[in-house]
């Protein structure tokens, strides 16, 4: 078959997975045969999403007129791809050849290949329409802007209460003057997960007054030390997508249907909150919020969190110690360019973060280990007791199982070089979650760093830091008492 975009094969070749096609190896690949020509194209793409904000990115490509410029087009279409789910975005001005910016129009529509990122970040997020629009000259694109909302407050004072929300408990903390509130035993004085089932709750009040119960369970236990004391702020975390702090696609909310009603009773749920208590609240996606817990502890920005668990969280401080704004949905971000790679059942698309980097992947691993024998009784859809089965094999020595975590480590070690294209600078990779705990997590991570240490020197100082019991407990929901501004 004809080959137009040339896929490069990884020096380390996963033991499962031969057919695997690491994008920075394509990428740089692409990029130096256009520098080679002496003509390369500039190609900057801005994306906008909420208040304005804008991020850019910076590329090239093929003068239209090369032989090789239809490579272009698949480079642009996965170089967007990754670029809405790292930043999230409704708008797309892009300063480039015309040809391209109408292909990647096309593919965000109705009948385009990318119908669902078109939904998703357009109709469902932003409230808008889709736009992908070409200008002329690099003057007409918009300026980058991250907006005010990206900074944190570290060096906070007085008495605040942060929270986490997931799908089975609600984490909440007590902080005072920017750090997890300690009582004299060293103990903190609350910092707590209480159970809950959101889901399939269709009632709003339920998820309301149950967020709200754990919030009046931390101000109890600031007024039991300090019967004066007031709560100057409230900052949470949550999986989902947030935007200015309205809820716009979360599961938590599964259950509030139609979507005109989610939009009416659980899109406005926090700023109801926020209303009632009359202090500053701010939320923001859980992902970005691990990062800065990693950073709080690290005592240094540029972290990149990555969380392995039901599927890949991502959020990222930058260097600055702030959090950019960014959607980070790195589930469905491009990190295989094979295009026979597993399929994302949700987007449709292929070869993005979940599968590789999530109880999914492993599950999806079974079957090329030689496992499935050894799932009897197991449902093929039940991930978490998969993983759990695995585990449990890993214990016990096998080889198989072992080669399940030294697949996922090296793809882990060519995304994470990959990622540091995107994400500037990085200097630790926070990694959690069940699928990185235990022995095979650590085979992830021996083989990510040695894949980074021998194939790209200039990243073998990326830091990869594993927080501890401690942070994993508290860390989260102190590190969210941080977010709101107050001065």
């Given at each position: 078959?004809?080959?137009?975009?040339?896929?490069?094969?990884?020096?380390?070749?996963?033991?499962?997975?031969?057919?695997?096609?690491?994008?920075?190896?394509?990428?740089?690949?692409?990029?130096?045969?256009?520098?080679?020509?002496?003509?390369?194209?500039?190609?900057?793409?801005?994306?906008?999403?909420?208040?304005?904000?804008?991020?850019?990115?910076?590329?090239?490509?093929?003068?239209?007129?090369?032989?090789?410029?239809?490579?272009?087009?698949?480079?642009?279409?996965?170089?967007?791809?990754?670029?809405?789910?790292?930043?999230?975005?409704?708008?797309?001005?892009?300063?480039?050849?015309?040809?391209?910016?109408?292909?990647?129009?096309?593919?965000?529509?109705?009948?385009?290949?990318?119908?669902?990122?078109?939904?998703?970040?357009?109709?469902?997020?932003?409230?808008?329409?889709?736009?992908?629009?070409?200008?002329?000259?690099?003057?007409?694109?918009?300026?980058?802007?991250?907006?005010?909302?990206?900074?944190?407050?570290?060096?906070?004072?007085?008495?605040?209460?942060?929270?986490?929300?997931?799908?089975?408990?609600?984490?909440?903390?007590?902080?005072?003057?920017?750090?997890?509130?300690?009582?004299?035993?060293?103990?903190?004085?609350?910092?707590?997960?209480?159970?809950?089932?959101?889901?399939?709750?269709?009632n709003i009040k339920y998820h309301y007054d149950e967020i709200n119960w754990v919030l009046k369970e931390a101000e109890k236990a600031i007024k039991a030390i300090d019967p004066q004391a007031k709560v100057e702020a409230i900052g949470g975390s949550s999986a989902g997508v947030?935007?200015?702090?309205?809820?716009?696609?979360?599961?938590?909310?599964?259950?509030?249907?139609?979507?005109?009603?989610?939009?009416?009773?659980?899109?406005?749920?926090?700023?109801?909150?926020?209303?009632?208590?009359?202090?500053?609240?701010?939320?923001?996606?859980?992902?970005?919020?691990?990062?800065?817990?990693?950073?709080?502890?690290?005592?240094?920005?540029?972290?990149?969190?990555?969380?392995?668990?039901?599927?890949?969280?991502?959020?990222?401080?930058?260097?600055?110690?702030?959090?950019?704004?960014?959607?980070?949905?790195?589930?469905?971000?491009?990190?295989?360019?094979?295009?026979?790679?597993?399929t994302d059942e949700w987007s449709r698309d292929f070869g993005v973060g979940a599968n590789y980097f999530s109880q999914q992947a492993v599950a999806r691993l079974i079957g090329p280990a030689g496992l499935e024998g050894e799932m009897a009784g197991i449902d093929a859809g039940?991930?978490?007791?998969?993983?759990?089965?695995?585990?449990?094999?890993?214990?016990?020595?096998?080889?198989?199982?072992?080669?399940?975590?030294?697949?996922?480590?090296?793809?882990?070690?060519?995304?994470?070089?990959?990622?540091?294209?995107?994400?500037?600078?990085?200097r630790h990779v926070e990694v959690l979650g069940r699928v990185v705990t235990g022995e095979g997590g650590q085979i992830i991570l021996s083989i990510a760093k040695k894949i980074l240490a021998d194939e790209f020197p200039e990243l073998k100082g990326i830091n990869f830091y594993?927080?501890?019991?401690?942070?994993?407990?508290?860390?989260?929901?102190?590190?969210?008492?941080?977010?709101?501004?107050?001065?």
């Amino acid at each position: 078959m004809k080959e137009l975009f040339k896929l490069v094969a990884p020096k380390t070749v996963p033991v499962l997975d031969p057919d695997f096609r690491p994008p920075v190896l394509a990428n740089r690949a692409f990029l130096a045969e256009v520098d080679a020509t002496g003509k390369a194209v500039p190609f900057i793409i801005a994306v906008e999403r909420d208040q304005n904000r804008v991020s850019r990115f910076a590329t090239r490509v093929f003068p239209m007129d090369h032989p090789r410029a239809g490579a272009n087009y698949f480079y642009v279409e996965r170089i967007l791809k990754f670029l809405l789910w790292q930043f999230g975005g409704w708008k797309v001005t892009i300063f480039g050849p015309k040809e391209l910016v109408g292909y990647l129009a096309s593919c965000y529509t109705n009948t385009g290949v990318r119908r669902f990122d078109a939904e998703f970040w357009g109709d469902q997020t932003y409230e808008h329409e889709m736009q992908i629009i070409h200008v002329d000259r690099e003057a007409d694109l918009p300026a980058e802007n991250d907006g005010a909302g990206s900074a944190v407050e570290l060096d906070w004072k007085g008495w605040r209460i942060g929270f986490d929300l997931g799908a089975s408990d609600r984490k909440v903390a007590v902080a005072k003057d920017g750090k997890l509130a300690l009582k004299a035993n060293g103990e903190p004085v609350l910092s707590e997960e209480y159970v809950w089932d959101p889901k399939p709750q269709t009632n709003i009040k339920y998820h309301y007054d149950e967020i709200n119960w754990v919030l009046k369970e931390a101000e109890k236990a600031i007024k039991a030390i300090d019967p004066q004391a007031k709560v100057e702020a409230i900052g949470g975390s949550s999986a989902g997508v947030y935007v200015d702090g309205r809820v716009r696609v979360a599961s938590l909310f599964r259950g509030i249907t139609p979507r005109e009603r989610f939009d009416a009773e659980a899109a406005p749920i926090f700023k109801e909150i926020a209303k009632q208590w009359g202090i500053p609240l701010r939320l923001e996606n859980d992902g970005d919020v691990t990062a800065l817990a990693g950073s709080i502890s690290l005592g240094d920005g540029a972290v990149l969190g990555l969380a392995m668990g039901s599927s890949l969280a991502g959020g990222y401080v930058d260097d600055k110690r702030a959090i950019k704004g960014w959607m980070n949905e790195l589930a469905f971000a491009p990190v295989d360019y094979n295009p026979l790679a597993a399929t994302d059942e949700w987007s449709r698309d292929f070869g993005v973060g979940a599968n590789y980097f999530s109880q999914q992947a492993v599950a999806r691993l079974i079957g090329p280990a030689g496992l499935e024998g050894e799932m009897a009784g197991i449902d093929a859809g039940a991930f978490p007791l998969r993983l759990k089965r695995v585990q449990e094999l890993m214990e016990k020595g096998d080889a198989r199982a072992r080669k399940i975590y030294e697949t996922i480590g090296v793809y882990l070690g060519y995304t994470v070089a990959h990622y540091a294209d995107f994400y500037k600078p990085i200097r630790h990779v926070e990694v959690l979650g069940r699928v990185v705990t235990g022995e095979g997590g650590q085979i992830i991570l021996s083989i990510a760093k040695k894949i980074l240490a021998d194939e790209f020197p200039e990243l073998k100082g990326i830091n990869f830091y594993e927080p501890d019991e401690r942070e994993k407990r508290h860390g989260q929901a102190a590190a969210a008492a941080s977010l709101p501004l107050t001065k």
